[in-house]
């Protein structure tokens, strides 16, 4: 609340940055870092991709989407477990947005290795 | 609702109970409805396959379920396409076949021992009352109404513009795809109700095999961006839409991407860029919502809504760059006639030769449709009244597929769902009005603001009847009476209606023609079969055979020969060629036949007996498909009289009269008449009274009605003259001075 009238954008960010830390449950960094993980691995992909080359087209599709679809997800795991979309997820309880978490990921991870030949 | 209807079976725990079980009925007795109304085929006629396509799709499910799963994946089909072949399994969309087979290997391993024949012909059916089991799901979830989808599903079916794609024996990959289409819409409305992941990858799985069954799939992986980006539009963006929407596009474009004929094409070209781009804009959305709750500071938030705009923007900017510079695939023809309506005429005329890819005519509306396209603007209406998410979604795919339906005859099949969601949200909206509405009571009148009427009556007597009963309304058992009768008389005029159509237009298969004898008994015209078996009965196992594109799969499915082109129209130049052996002089048309080893020529006459879809109706197609590709040696202006017009008789031009098409369907057609007296019913013109003649190839087969005509050609001369000549020869008219005269002569090289 002290930066409500910065205009010091290094400022904002490191206020966003603590109250982040201070804020979020250590169930949700989990997530968070995973997700973190999923974009370096992706980017590392793409960039791969840009300077090798992009011969086995279906192999860099394939491992591209599974970082994205993990990624989306990972998010939407991450959404409907949020206390303050309660409203908007009432029917799901933590407990099955996991379950639906793994059904969507085994799905996901079949057609990843089917399609990577 | 309708629970305050009636006695205690309605009420309580025994009452739902009822209902369901009512419900139960009902369902079960509309899909055995949707099933018999599409047997009329097979009851009068046969169980056969009928119309063009189809025969592929038998074949190529016969091929399945002979060779196994593996093999149909790899197949190359050498028989077709002959001196190109067909990678059959990488160009086709195996979910039909694939469907089928399933459907055999379970039925044996419940010893049913059906012939895989019987399943493709009963598959449409099956389907269909999936189809309306679907749309009750479906409209379900639009309305709470109890009545809203019941409605749906016997409007779904046996609404005429669905029946006339899935009549029995039509094994076509429509007779599938709707199914999976009302079905994928329904799970994606589950999906962004609940916000659920597993609703949304069934969606997604649901989707897939929507891609492995119809080209159609376009249409979803259009409708379903376009549906988030209007709610997005709209500001009705909730974390719902991101786990329903991101599930479905992660997962069901990797689902896609498992079809081989599809492959690459959901990143490469523009028909799936809109759900790209949506997902990446949800993406942004999510991030700025998510910014947006940790951070309350006002500037901030317009900071980054300009932010998302820009970013927008940019993507949009790519995308087009991409598309310019050829990365990105611009618009496929089929799709891109659907915009600009003029473009397949000039470019394509392949595409617009194709009878089901004209515009619709406003009677074809009301003949597919009859009563539920009064309802259908009514039904969008009652969506606007009320509208989430799931409405809009009705709206969208109202107004998109309508457009879809008034450019091209064939996309009515998509339209039919939603006019049936949307004409059973309105009736059922009436019937609920009506049926269940209660007569307010008198106090409601008295207490709160009672000056003003406490005034008015007062000074009317009592004794005015209008007085004595204020409340004026639908709430009298007249009114109601009056309004279920009239609804329950169009219902039961909509039933008829839709037997009538079904019974009338759209259930004679088309390989058998029927027509009626004076007597009113049935003639059956079976020229199509006679010549096909004759074909494959009397012909090498790998005679060639050379025809109009339109009898390719048939000449494939039926007489099992080797044909040059067929219905899937992959190469243009390949079915040019076939256009200018057609369209050319025998001397121009016989070395293109041996350059393809073509043994049989086939031609469809209808001027005997007045069969109007035959090859000389279709002959200026294959000049100007010809035309696209050798514009020098093949002119439509020849083709017409002077003065412009496209005649057979006397009249007709040169070119005409010498091409092989008119040679070979006017062959020895005089005998039949007396003297200068044939005469073509089709055309409805007399013919020049000498008959054409054909010097390179001879008449292998006519049929009864002399619908099919099978030419052979000739192999080349023994004494390497050309056949003119030689034909000239053997008639004996050779010029008595040639040995006489000297003619010019060349040094003969050796």
């Not at chain 2, 000239?728 to 050779?734: D, I, L, T």
């Given at each position: 609340?002290?930066v409500?009238n910065?205009s ?17 449950p250590?169930r949700?960094?989990?997530?968070d870092?995973?997700?973190?993980f ?12 840009v ?6 087209f279906?192999?860099f ?6 970082t ?25 309880s933590h407990?099955?947005a996991?379950a639906?978490y ?9 057609f990843?290795?089917?399609f990577?030949n | 609702?309708a629970?305050s209807?009636?006695?205690s ?6 009452g739902?109970?009822t ?6 009925i009902?369902l079960?007795?509309i899909?055995?409805t949707?099933v ?11 169980s056969?396959?009928h119309?063009?396509d189809?025969w ?9 379920v002979?060779?196994g ?23 086709l969309y195996?979910?039909?076949?694939v ?19 019987n ?15 679907a749309?009750y ?5 639009m309305s ?13 079916g046996?609404?005429p ?6 009549v ?18 329904y ?9 659920s992941v597993?609703?949304?990858a069934?969606?997604?799985?649901f ?5 492995s ?5 376009v249409f ?8 988030v ?18 599930t ?6 990797l ?6 004929f599809?492959g690459?094409?959901p ?18 959305v999510?991030f700025?919502?998510?910014?947006r709750?940790?951070l309350?500071?006002?500037q901030?938030?317009t ?5 998302v705009?820009v970013v927008?923007?940019?993507?949009f ?7 310019f ?10 799709f ?8 397949a ?7 617009a ?6 515009p ?6 009301f003949?597919d449709l009859?009563l539920?396209i009064w309802l ?8 606007f009244r009320?509208?989430?998410d799931?409405?809009?979604?009705v ?5 998109l597929a309508?457009?879809?339906a008034?450019?091209?005859?064939r996309?009515?099949l ?5 006019v049936?969601?949307?004409?059973a ?11 269940v509405?209660k007569?307010?009571v ?6 709160g603001?009672?000056?003003?009427p406490k ?6 007597p ?5 007085t004595?009963?204020p409340?004026?309304?639908i ?5 109601k ?10 219902l039961?005029?909509?039933v ?6 079904t019974s009338n237009?759209?259930s ?11 007597d009113g008994?049935?003639?059956i015209?079976?020229?199509?079969r006679?010549?096909?078996?004759w074909l ?26 080797p044909t040059?082109?067929?219905n899937?129209?992959w ?8 256009g ?7 001397e121009?048309?016989?070395?293109i036949m ?5 043994d ?6 209808g001027?005997?007996i007045?069969?109007?879809g035959?090859d ?5 197609w294959?000049?100007?498909i010809a035309e ?5 040696e093949?002119?439509?202006?020849d083709?017409?009289?002077p003065r412009g017009?496209y ?16 040679k070979?369907?006017y ?10 007296q ?5 055309r ?13 190839l001879e008449?292998?087969?006519t049929?009864?009605n002399?619908?099919?005509r099978i030419y ?5 001369d ?6 003119q000549s030689?034909?000239?020869?053997e008639k004996g008219?050779?010029?008595?001075k ?5 003619g010019?002569r ?5």
């Amino acid at each position: 609340t002290t930066v409500r009238n910065s205009s010091d954008a290094q400022e904002i960010a490191l206020a966003v940055w603590d109250r982040y830390v201070q804020d979020t449950p250590q169930r949700v960094k989990l997530i968070d870092v995973f997700m973190t993980f999923l974009i370096f691995v992706g980017a590392l992909q793409f960039l791969y991709c840009v300077i090798g080359g992009n011969y086995p087209f279906n192999a860099f599709l394939s491992g591209f989407s599974a970082t994205v679809g993990q990624f989306v997800l990972t998010a939407s795991l991450r959404i409907q477990t949020n206390p303050q979309n309660k409203a908007d997820f009432g029917s799901i309880s933590h407990e099955r947005a996991f379950a639906d978490y793994v059904f969507g990921s085994l799905i996901l991870h079949f057609f990843c290795v089917n399609f990577i030949n | 609702m309708a629970a305050s209807v009636g006695s205690s079976f309605f009420k309580g725990e025994t009452g739902r109970n009822t209902r369901g079980l009512l419900r139960l009925i009902i369902l079960v007795l509309i899909a055995t409805t949707a099933v018999a109304s599409r047997l009329f085929s097979v009851i009068r006629f046969e169980s056969i396959i009928h119309e063009f396509d189809p025969w592929f799709n038998f074949r190529a499910t016969k091929y399945l379920v002979q060779n196994g799963f593996t093999s149909f994946w790899d197949w190359f089909d050498d028989r077709t396409w002959h001196p190109l072949g067909r990678v059959t399994g990488g160009t086709l969309y195996p979910g039909l076949m694939v469907t089928s087979g399933a459907i055999w290997h379970f039925l044996r391993f419940l010893t049913f021992p059906v012939d895989i024949r019987n399943i493709c012909v009963m598959l449409a059916p099956a389907c269909s009352g999936l189809t309306a089991f679907a749309s009750y799901l479906l409209t379900s979830e639009m309305s709470d109404s109890p009545s809203a989808g019941l409605l749906a599903a016997i409007f779904m079916g046996i609404a005429p513009g669905y029946i006339s794609r899935s009549v029995a024996g039509s094994y076509d990959n429509e007779a599938i795809a709707i199914f999976l289409l009302v079905f994928t819409f329904y799970l994606w409305i589950k999906s962004v109700k609940q916000g659920s992941v597993m609703w949304g990858a069934f969606t997604a799985l649901f989707y897939g095999y929507m891609v492995s069954a119809w080209g159609g799939y376009v249409f979803i992986t259009n409708l379903l961006p376009l549906h988030v980006f209007v709610l997005l539009c709209m500001g009705r963006y909730s974390p719902r839409l991101y786990t329903s929407y991101t599930t479905w596009y992660s997962l069901g474009t990797l689902a896609s991407m498992q079809i081989p004929f599809v492959g690459f094409l959901p990143i490469r070209t523009s028909d799936h860029m809109a759900a790209l781009g949506v997902f990446g804009l949800l993406q942004l959305v999510a991030f700025v919502e998510f910014v947006r709750q940790t951070l309350p500071s006002k500037q901030f938030q317009t900071l980054l809504r300009a932010f998302v705009l820009v970013v927008f923007l940019a993507a949009f900017g790519v995308l087009v760059l991409l598309t310019f510079s050829g990365v990105v695939a611009p618009w496929g023809g089929r799709f891109y006639s659907l915009w600009d309506t003029g473009y397949a005429k000039i470019h394509i005329p392949i595409i617009a030769s194709v009878s089901e890819h004209q515009p619709t005519a406003w009677p074809a509306f009301f003949f597919d449709l009859n009563l539920l396209i009064w309802l259908f603007p009514a039904g969008v209406y009652m969506c606007f009244r009320n509208l989430k998410d799931e409405q809009v979604f009705v709206v969208i795919y109202a107004v998109l597929a309508s457009y879809f339906a008034g450019v091209m005859v064939r996309l009515m099949l998509t339209l039919t769902p939603v006019v049936c969601v949307a004409a059973a949200l309105a009736l059922s909206q009436i019937l609920d009005t009506f049926l269940v509405t209660k007569t307010p009571v008198a106090p409601a009148q008295a207490n709160g603001n009672t000056d003003a009427p406490k005034t008015a009556a007062s000074l009317i007597p009592d004794t005015l009847r209008s007085t004595q009963k204020p409340l004026v309304g639908i709430y009298s058992t007249f009114s109601k009476f009056a309004m279920t009768g009239t609804i329950t008389a169009y219902l039961l005029l909509f039933v008829l209606h839709c037997t009538w159509v079904t019974s009338n237009a759209y259930s004679s298969p088309s390989v058998v023609l029927a027509s009626k004898m004076a007597d009113g008994s049935q003639h059956i015209i079976d020229d199509y079969r006679e010549a096909y078996y004759w074909l494959r009965q009397n012909t090498e196992q790998n005679a060639k055979i050379m025809s109009w594109w339109d009898y390719g799969y048939q000449i494939g499915g039926m007489a099992d020969r080797p044909t040059l082109v067929d219905n899937n129209t992959w190469n243009n130049t390949h079915i040019a060629t076939v256009g200018k052996a057609m369209s050319s002089r025998e001397e121009v048309s016989y070395p293109i036949m041996r350059q393809h080893e073509v043994d049989y020529v086939l031609i469809v006459f209808g001027g005997l007996i007045g069969y109007s879809g035959d090859d000389i109706n279709k002959f200026l197609w294959m000049v100007r498909i010809a035309e696209g590709i050798w514009p020098d040696e093949i002119k439509e202006r020849d083709y017409f009289t002077p003065r412009g017009e496209y005649r057979i008789d006397d009249q007709a031009s040169d070119t005409m009269k010498n091409s092989l098409m008119y040679k070979m369907s006017y062959y020895n057609y005089n005998s039949l008449f007396p003297a200068g007296q044939a005469t073509d019913r089709v055309r409805g013109s007399k013919l020049p009274a000498e008959g054409p003649e054909l010097s390179t190839l001879e008449e292998a087969f006519t049929s009864e009605n002399w619908i099919i005509r099978i030419y052979k050609v000739k192999d080349l001369d023994n004494l390497n003259r050309d056949h003119q000549s030689a034909m000239a020869f053997e008639k004996g008219n050779k010029r008595k001075k040639t040995s006489k005269r000297k003619g010019p002569r060349v040094l003969r090289v050796d």
